[in-house]
């Protein structure tokens, strides 16, 4: 007789729990996250337009219809 493999093995409940995710290792790629979030928001949002870090319309060009997208005012 072959026995299954899933059948045989030995269940042990603990290995079916979920593993907790301390909050310690998330924090820091939560805020590295939230920055590149809030970094790309200003550049689809503000960026040439409202303020300026780059000349030109290059950035407001490539990001336009995001900015359209998301409900920025833009003309
Ligand atoms: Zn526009």
């Known amino acids: ?6 059948s045989a093995a ?7 729990a979920p593993v907790p995710i301390p909050v310690r290792e998330v924090l820091p790629w939560a805020i590295f996250i939230g920055l590149i979030l809030l970094i790309a928001i200003y550049f689809v949002g503000a960026e040439q337009g ?7 319309m290059y950035i407001h060009e490539f990001v336009h219809d995001g900015r359209h997208l ?4 833009c003309h």
């Open 1 to 6: 007789m072959i026995a299954s493999a899933h």
């Open 10 to 16: 030995p269940v042990s409940p603990a290995n079916d």
């Open 50 to 56: 409202a303020t300026s870090i780059f000349s030109g």
């Open 70 to 73: 998301l409900g920025f005012p």
